[in-house]
């Protein structure tokens, strides 16, 4: 009788709330906090007392303490309601059955009641919760209905670990379902032997066990994925390393070495607009590297390919190249060796050939001089650390930097070359810079046809042989010292060619001469004009 009563009041105050604020609209906070301001009646106490002893199996009696009566009357509340939404046909009586199927909007707020969970009615054998798209974690609070005969969470959003020790309280669980949820995969060992008693269409896309279908599929596509990403990634490591290794951090890359795709790529394609020179066999290229650097790329197109041998000895030639270091020459930063290709990089250098500066600048004699003494500057340095190495003195492949410092930019491996040929070309290029003449494009006998016009004309017309501009008393004796300096280097008859070092203190005098006669307080000098060649001997 006492049950009775607390039964009907129960769902008389929870009826009124949902009046006043309709249940399809509350939230579980605003229920919960109209359940706080409820206080139990004055006979509240009694009636629970009364309860225990007619059915001391009610989860409220066990342990009873007085504080919990506020707990306990929220939970009769919420129970009552419960069982009539839950379409039970006697709640006074009993409460066989939460049904809360296909409910969502009020089912998130009946688990969130963990006061009712709690005290979970045992008359409760069956908990629908189906059909609800509820989120989150497994709905632990249901364990406390330890009696129930059936569980349904079926079709909902559940996820994370399924507390499976905890299925040990189910003792008279017959039926579960925990189909179409994402629980995690947790395969069902031997030893898990409640589960057993339950079929796969418990289980139905729950996650809880592996579909075995699923699982076929994802074997035969890692079994067949993973060879092909493998072997894609080879290839892609293999295109990086060889092809494109600029693509690569700089301490893996191999120090020196371009390939044909690099070169490619920092001339957009080898195009006619990065095209700067071309001859027979020989293209040069201006092309930008990925880093920014600048380049400037000499190529050695063969339309049969080039033999392993050749090939073999351009790599070692352009081993030594690398490693030259000296302000006039230009740095070589490496090469492209290809069957079909052979390059040397070097650096880019953003001025003119001297041929050029001459033809186009006419510059004055005093600047003319101290290019060639930094010319000579570079030969003693080649000559003494690197013996073997020849290079090219023509006018049009010394190139001059901002700076109008000049820049010995062609190459060779000669072994022990000669260094009277050396010498000789030298006297060449002197000679062009004091007479302003090219013995390539003047002259039908090339260098030595403008050799022997220069020696027919001096020293007794030497004044043909320089321009009428620079026709200045000191000029011309610089010049023509100059000139008789240029002609004992190409003179190869006999033992009479100079020294580098001997070439470059003579050069020393003229510039040192040069910049005395320009001093506003020089003083006339005379002597004899060969002078400056009196430490010259014969070797």
């Known amino acids: 009788m006492a049950s009775s009563s607390i039964s009907a009041l129960s769902l008389l105050i929870f009826t009124l709330l949902s009046l006043s604020s309709p249940l399809r609209t509350l939230s579980a906070a605003s229920v919960i906090e ?6 139990p009646p004055p006979d509240f106490n009694t009636t629970i007392s009364n309860n225990c002893k007619t059915n001391p199996s009610l989860k409220y009696c066990i342990n009873f303490n007085p504080l919990n009566l506020p707990e306990i009357f929220k939970f009769t509340i919420v129970a009552s309601h419960l069982c009539n939404e839950s379409k039970n ?10 049904n809360l199927r296909n409910r969502p909007k009020i089912a998130p707020l009946y688990l969130s009641f963990d006061f009712f969970w709690k005290y979970c009615p045992l ?21 406390y ?20 020790q905890n299925f040990s309280v189910f003792t008279n669980l017959t039926f579960l379902n925990l189909s179409y949820n994402s629980f995690s995969e947790s395969e069902i060992s031997d030893s898990d032997e409640f589960f057993k008693q339950f079929n796969a269409s418990s289980f139905i896309q729950s996650g809880v066990i592996p579909d075995k279908k699923k699982f076929k599929i994802k074997a035969i ?10 072997f894609l990634l080879v290839i892609f490591l293999w295109w990086i390393c060889f092809t494109r290794p600029d693509f690569l951090p700089k301490f893996l890359r191999k120090k020196h070495k371009f390939t ?6 920092a001339t957009n394609g080898f195009s006619k607009k990065n095209l700067v020179a071309k001859s027979k066999g020989v293209r040069i290229y201006r092309g930008v590297l990925r880093d920014g650097t600048k380049i400037r790329i000499e190529t050695y197109f063969d339309n049969n390919k080039f033999s392993r041998e050749k090939r073999k000895d351009f790599v070692e030639e352009c081993k030594v190249l690398v490693q030259l270091c000296h302000k006039n020459l230009v740095q070589v ?6 069957r079909r290709l052979r390059a040397v990089v070097t650096e880019w250098i953003e001025g003119e050939s001297v041929e050029m500066w001459i033809s186009r600048f006419d510059p004055p004699w005093k600047h003319r001089v101290k290019v060639l003494m930094r010319v000579v500057e570079g030969m003693m340095y080649l000559q003494e650390e690197w013996p073997g190495v020849g290079y090219d003195l023509k006018s049009s492949s010394i190139l001059l930097a901002e700076n109008r410092e000049p820049l010995i930019s062609r190459f060779r491996v000669e072994g022990q070359s000669s260094c009277n040929k050396k010498v000789y070309k030298f006297g060449v290029l002197l000679l062009e810079m004091v007479t302003n003449r090219s013995p390539g494009e003047e002259f039908e006998r090339g260098e030595a046809g403008f050799i022997e016009w220069v020696r027919m004309h001096f020293p007794k017309n030497v004044c043909s042989l320089i321009d009428e501009k620079k026709r200045t008393e000191h000029t011309l004796d610089q010049a023509t010292r100059a000139i008789e300096l240029g002609l004992m280097c190409t003179d190869m008859s006999r033992a009479m060619q100079p020294r580098l070092d001997q070439i470059f203190e003579n050069l020393t005098a003229i510039y040192n001469s040069i910049l005395a006669s320009a001093s506003p307080n020089r003083k006339r000098v005379h002597g004899d004009r060969a002078t400056g060649h009196r430490h010259i001997q014969s070797r």
């Open 221 to 230: 596509l890692f079994l067949t994925g993973f060879p092909v990403c493998v």
């Open 89 to 98: 046909p006697n709640c006074v009586v009993s409460f066989p059955a939460i």
């Open 34 to 39: 109209d359940l706080n301001n409820l206080q």
């Open 123 to 143: 008359t409760v054998s069956s908990i629908d919760l189906s059909n609800n798209s509820l989120k989150g974690n497994f709905p632990s609070d249901v364990f």
């Open 260 to 265: 044909p795709s690099i070169l490619k790529a």
């Open 333 to 338: 930063l490496g090469w492209c060796d290809n």
């Open 145 to 164: 209905c330890s009696q129930i005969q059936s569980l349904d969470l079926s079709q909902n959003h559940f996820s994370g670990e399924i507390p499976m």
